[in-house]
């Protein structure tokens, strides 16, 4: 099923962030929470820095029994730069990988490819991209 949702960036502090929305939201976290740590070692890419293994890579937590919120550490360690309003993104999972490709090619034009469509490691189509207005869109297809 198709879905949108919002996803935002965190210097280093998405639990305290998380856990606080839980307390104004109420609910429970729809997923297992995923840590850096738990990446799996990929070639060509440098190993996760000890003090950031910890640090949350993605989590979710629906409110308003609607909209869900995702969010990840984004360390410096890794190339970020969390700046405030910079750091939210549209999370876009549509039904299809056809719909995914037509989407990101279409908001990319004329924007900034920050991650192109690939496989990703936890299963999605995965890419992302700011459009040539400034606004950040992630795109996350399961369906096969």
């Not at 890579?57 to 909209?67: A, V």
Request: aromatic content about 12%; hydrophobic content about 35%; proline content about 5%.
């Amino acid at each position: 099923m198709a879905r949108v949702s919002t996803y935002l960036n965190f210097p280093r502090n998405t639990e305290e962030a998380f856990t606080f929305y839980k307390s104004v939201f109420g609910g429970e976290f729809s997923c297992e929470i995923t840590r850096f740590g738990d990446i799996p070692a990929q070639e060509g890419m440098p190993p996760i820095a000890e003090e950031d293994k910890n640090l949350i890579m993605h989590i979710e937590l629906t409110i308003l029994d609607c909209h869900v919120l995702m969010g990840t550490d984004a360390p410096e360690s890794m190339g970020f730069a969390v700046k405030t309003g910079d750091n939210i993104y549209i999370n876009l999972e549509p039904d299809s990988r056809d719909e995914t490709k037509r989407l990101f090619d279409a908001l990319s034009d004329g924007g900034e490819v920050e991650s192109p469509l690939i496989d990703a490691f936890w299963g999605a189509y995965y890419g992302s991209c700011t459009d040539k207005f400034g606004v950040q869109w992630m795109f996350n297809c399961t369906a096969k």
